[in-house]
């Protein structure tokens, strides 16, 4: 059980680098004049909070689906209490919502590489995606 907690742990420090990289892709993309949904920013936020909650939970596997739950976001209640499953789970629907508002506001070159720059986002989380298995 220790195993997978630590594995459980190192996942969420790799999706929190995977966080810092959209996070600062909404950023940019606001900037460009692009009108982002306040879901996004949310998401961001509550995102940052699982994170912070997996690092110092004293045992990851006491967390129940409720208490992943109160965190607000696309993904409420469809990961039960595996806390790296929701925060994947958000920030994959963040990367979405950026390329596409990218795409529709600001030009399928500027989509082109902000999804490139996100991609680099999930590089160092894919030994750990159940789906690449």
């Given at each position: 059980?220790?195993?997978?907690e ?10 929190e680098?995977?966080?810092g ?11 460009h ?37 109160i965190f ?6 469809c990961?039960?209490?595996d ?11 963040i ?9 529709n ?7 082109l ?18 789906s690449?298995?």
């Amino acid at each position: 059980m220790l195993a997978h907690e630590e594995s459980v742990r190192r996942q969420c420090e790799e999706l929190e680098k995977a966080w810092g990289i959209l996070n600062e892709a909404a950023i940019e993309l606001g900037s460009h004049v692009v009108n982002l949904p306040a879901d996004v920013f949310l998401s961001l936020r509550e995102v940052k909070s699982m994170i912070a909650l997996c690092k110092s939970h004293p045992k990851l596997a006491d967390l129940t689906s409720k208490e992943v739950d109160i965190f607000e976001g696309f993904c409420v209640e469809c990961c039960g209490p595996d806390i790296a499953a929701r925060i994947r789970c958000e920030l994959r629907n963040i990367e979405d919502v950026l390329v596409l508002k990218a795409m529709n506001e600001a030009g399928s070159d500027y989509a082109l590489r902000l999804q490139q720059k996100t991609m680099k986002a999930w590089e160092s989380t894919k030994s750990f995606d159940v789906s690449a298995a």
